[in-house]
């Protein structure tokens, strides 16, 4: 007979940029219980300072990268790590651990010399209450994001990076050495722009990819976009109005919407760079 856990089970699957992050980790709730160090009354917290704690319940919590990281400057390589950490009033260490074969936080089996990575993180103390112990990505953007972890009225942020440049270049690299199309050509041209990247370059490939492909109002607007990094104001407009005209066809009314009002903007710095 299947029981009921009392912190049930969860998996995230967060993509970041070209890196991809699994948790799989179970969630314990407060129900009324002092959580973190010891209460006002001297009751005990369910994590004690100076122990370690699991992060989570049941099993030990399980982080997977599926390319190497930064974390708060130190290289971790791409694989699956335990997640620990030793919370205390003032700073927690947070641990990356290579043995992910322990029950919960393993206790006399674990071991220091199989760390592959210890930080150490101020926590937050917030107004907010988190009934159930939650895990969460924040600030995402191509090359990195914020993990969280809230619990009670205590929140731990630890940043996260990876070198999302240099591994979109080797795929660009590759992809223009192997019969690109207007698609590899968009593509290119729309990281560039996204990142502020290469601004030139970026408008010869857009120009490339409307060359091969044809007008599309996403073409388009990738390449007003540039243009306007290029403080090429008129031209961009130029683009814009096309894609504009192209995105009504298909009734895409967000591109006309964004073209719109990047219309607006635009008319407004022209004259400074005239």
């Known amino acids: 007979m299947n029981h009921p856990k009392a912190s049930p089970f969860s998996k995230i699957e967060q993509e970041v940029g070209l890196l991809k992050i699994t948790i799989e980790y179970s969630r ?14 001297g009751e005990c917290g369910l994590v004690p300072y100076g122990r370690i704690w699991r992060v989570g ?6 982080i997977i990268f599926s390319t190497d990281v930064v974390v708060e400057g130190q290289k971790l390589v791409k694989g699956t790590y335990a997640l620990y950490a030793f919370p205390e009033e003032e700073e927690w260490q947070i641990v990356f651990h290579n043995n992910t074969t322990h029950w919960g936080d393993g206790r ?9 990575l210890r930080i150490h993180v101020k926590p937050i103390q917030k107004q907010d209450f988190q009934e159930t112990f939650l895990i969460s990505f924040d600030d995402i953007d191509h090359n990195g994001a914020i993990m969280n972890w809230n619990w009670g009225n205590t ?3 630890i940043p996260i ?19 690109p ?23 010869g490939y857009i120009d490339s990819a409307i060359s091969m492909g044809g007008d599309t109002y996403y073409f388009y607007r990738v390449r007003s976009l540039i243009l306007a990094d290029l403080n090429k104001y008129e031209a961009a407009i130029k683009a814009s109005i096309i894609s504009i005209e192209l995105a009504e066809k298909e009734g895409k009314d967000e591109f006309v919407r964004l073209n719109q009002n990047d219309i607006r903007r635009w008319k407004t710095l022209q004259s400074t760079y005239k």
Not at 183 to 193: F, L, P, S, V
């Open 181 to 203: 199309t207007a698609q590899t050509y968009y593509q290119i041209a729309r990281y560039y722009q996204e990142q502020g990247l290469k601004p030139k370059e970026a408008l």
């Open 108 to 116: 006399a089996k674990y071991n220091t010399e199989e760390d592959a």
């Open 155 to 157: 929140e731990i942020s």
């Open 161 to 179: 990076q990876f070198d999302t440049k240099s591994i979109f270049q080797e795929q660009i690299n590759a992809q223009l050495l192997n019969t």
């Open 57 to 62: 319940a049941n099993e030990s919590t399980k």
């Open 28 to 41: 314990p709730s407060a129900k009324g219980r002092v959580l973190f160090g010891n209460g006002s009354n």
